[in-house]
């Protein structure tokens, strides 16, 4: 019974390095009573660093499909291979229930491939789960669309103070007649002041591929009288300045 590990992902660092190891798959064998009942083995892969073989893979315990319960360790002495006059076999489903929750769905098949029970664990394979609500496959959960990003710019003389809008990605600031002192999250005793004309600053937040980064709610740009900024802005949603 091969049991492959799930390939790796790249970590962060220098380009082509990767970080961590490759993570256990889980995969349940049946087993069979004398009486004709059937308890499912769970097996697990072992971990191996990413380029070199899987250990052997490894009994975490077994699965009750009658009552969905979980027993750590080898399986009940009474058990053993399903003969031809048996032949149960299972298959393991990744779902997701109305929550976007992943699952594990073992489903026993008898000769005739008919599924004669089930039991659902979470993703390591040996907790049991209780699905909620409506129960399908992860692809629209999985499934994503970029939220719009907004662009915002303003010009600013003093004395005002620039707030930053709910949920700002990045903050370009243009310094064009200084001082004025930027508080980047930091809180207000932590502002910085910038005394230089001419001086041009951003702060960002990494986002991923289809939600934007969050800077924070903090940011402020305090501009005195006499100083002149400018100020652009990425967020998702277009908020009025202020």
Known sequence: MPVEPIPCAPGGGTPGEVTGCCSPSITS??????????????????????????GDPEVVGWLDPASGAFTPGPAPADTGPCGAEDCASVTVL???DQTCAPFLRHLIHDCTGAVTSSVDTTTDGVTPYA??????????CERCEPEPM??????????ETWTIPPATESVSLSVACGPVTVYPCAGATDGVQINECGVSLQWAAPGTE?????????????VPEGSAVYVSWLSAGCGDES
Not at 214 to 221: E, N
Request: aromatic share 4%.
């Open 29 to 54: 064998v049946p087993l069979c009573r004398p009486d004709g009942s059937t308890v499912l083995l769970v097996v697990r892969s072992g971990c191996a660093e990413c380029g070199q073989d899987a």
């Open 94 to 96: 990744r779902l997701c």
């Open 131 to 140: 699905p909620v609500g409506t129960v399908g496959d992860c692809e629209e």
């Open 150 to 159: 907004c662009p915002g710019f303003v010009g600013l003389t003093g004395p």
């Open 210 to 222: 289809c939600r934007p980064g969050v800077l924070c709610d903090t940011f402020r740009i305090e």
